[in-house]
Nanobody, 119 residues
Framework: QVQLVESGGGLVQPGGSLRLSCVAS????????MGWYRQAPGKQRELVAA???????NYADSVKGRFTISRDNTKNTVYLQMNSLKPEDTAVYYC?????????????WGQGTQVTVSS
């Protein structure tokens, strides 16, 4: 069974930092693009950051300069380093990956991890 498992969420004060991790496991032939999305209460899910298999990155304007996405292909893991966190960053953060398994390419989602920024 192919799955994505996130970790690293929690409660942090404004200005603080958190590092999210997402590990892909199962019978995976290839992992292409990976990314992080978030969904705040009452809002649509939005892209936060994405990284290609060649490590090209793109970010939402709201997190540029504060968040950094990276990946370790040897560990099938993608990270999101979040610095200078703001209350508006509060959301459930979801990992996403485009993976090839059993001859098929499809998007996979993690279960989500809560990030709360509050004093």
């Amino acid at each position: 069974q192919v799955q994505l498992v996130e970790s690293g969420g929690g409660l942090v004060q404004p200005g603080g930092s958190l590092r999210l991790s997402c590990v892909a496991s199962g019978s995976i032939f290839r992992i292409n693009a990976m990314g992080w999305y978030r969904q705040a209460p009452g809002k649509q899910r939005e892209l936060v950051a994405a990284i290609t298999s060649g490590s090209s990155t793109n970010y939402a304007d709201s997190v540029k300069g504060r968040f950094t996405i990276s990946r370790d292909n040897t560990k099938n893991t993608v990270y999101l380093q979040m610095n200078s966190l703001k209350p508006e960053d509060t959301a459930v953060y979801y990992c996403n990956a485009r993976m090839e398994t059993s001859g098929l390419s499809r998007n996979y989602w993690g279960q989500g991890t809560q990030v709360t920024v509050s004093s």
